[in-house]
């Protein structure tokens, strides 16, 4: 053992010049990274303002979380309707459109290809503030056209909250929709193409291909596109923060963890409470995302 430690300390000192080089990732990762991980999580078993003195609580943050409204309503507003049923239709459309822009029956692939992707390259402060044009009351274009067939206009923001989840799904699917796109075919890339020849000659059908050729080859850009979606639906905050404000608008409609990690950590001074959360939002991130590991790693019936 002390030869093995010997020999490391020699190694590190033949080296120096080369440690030397690497030291400020390491020195700013620790600084900007592990230490921030692990003061936020010290700080979730106290209660502190951020300007007075820390007060140990244990664990009566996370225990007053469970028992909180508000992270009950931003809970199933992030995982029920941002998660669920916006990706099931984004992730759902960007498959079948990756999978029409890689087939022979679509032309100018290239020109799809940057008009999908456009989207994620603009800035979401951009993009939500032309959404909140495009949702106006009384100007917006959406309500303009409604009324121009004899349609009524639709109040995105008032009421009783019931439009404001659709107004920031719209705006999700549109503005991902795209990545997902460019991801899926990179993997399609992949798939062998004689696949697909064997099957035209067999005479499959395009559904069929899709059904028992693609879809299986698939699994695991699938896979990676769900923990990645996984991982941006828990942590989501310019969107909803641009077109609700950070309470989530009309009956907190529009509350996601992201707008409530920031409301309670810089808007009420509640940092150990926000510390607690931001673990909760972590746990939720691994538990989602082994479940659909394993779903994904079954291998499919015949």
């Known amino acids: 053992m002390a030869s ?7 190694q590190v000192k033949k080296n120096w010049l080369a440690y030397l080089y690497i030291s400020p990732f390491y020195i700013l990762f620790v600084v900007f990274g592990l230490f921030p991980i692990l003061f936020s999580f010290f700080l979730s078993f106290n209660s502190w303002d951020g300007i007075g003195k820390m007060q140990w609580v244990g664990l009566s943050n996370y225990v007053a979380l469970l028992k909180d409204r508000l992270f009950w309503r931003a809970l199933i507003n992030t995982l029920v309707y941002i998660g669920l049923i916006t990706h099931i239709i984004m992730l759902s459309l960007a498959l079948i459109i990756a999978f029409l822009i890689n087939s022979e029956i679509v032309r100018y692939k290239d020109f799809f290809k940057i008009a999908y992707f456009a989207p994620n390259i603009t800035s979401s402060v951009a993009v939500s503030i032309i959404f909140l044009t495009l949702y106006g009351v009384q100007y917006g274009l959406i309500n303009y ?24 799904m719209i705006l999700f699917i549109w503005r991902w929709l795209g990545w997902n796109v460019v991801i899926y075919l990179a993997g399609l890339q992949s798939i062998p193409t004689e696949l697909y020849d064997a099957a ?34 828990i942590t989501t905050f310019d969107e909803p923060y641009m077109l609700v404000g950070s309470m989530g608008g009309t009956n907190n409609a529009g509350l996601t963890l992201g707008l409530y990690l920031y409301l309670t950590g810089f808007e009420w001074g509640k940092f150990g409470y926000a510390s607690a959360l931001s673990y909760l939002m ?15 790693s079954r291998r499919p019936t015949q």
């Open 145 to 168: 056209i409604l009324q121009s067939i004899g349609l009524k206009p639709i109040d995105w923001w008032g009421g009783t909250g019931f439009w404001v989840k659709p107004a920031i």
């Open 200 to 233: 035209k000659v067999d005479g499959a059908s395009l559904f069929q291909v899709f059904r028992h050729i693609t879809i299986p080859l698939l699994r695991p850009v699938i896979l990676f596109s769900v923990i990645l979606s996984i991982i941006g639906t």
């Open 282 to 296: 972590f746990i939720l991130i691994v538990i989602i995302s082994i479940i659909n590991w394993r779903i994904f």
């Open 4 to 10: 093995a430690r010997d020999s490391l300390w020699y």
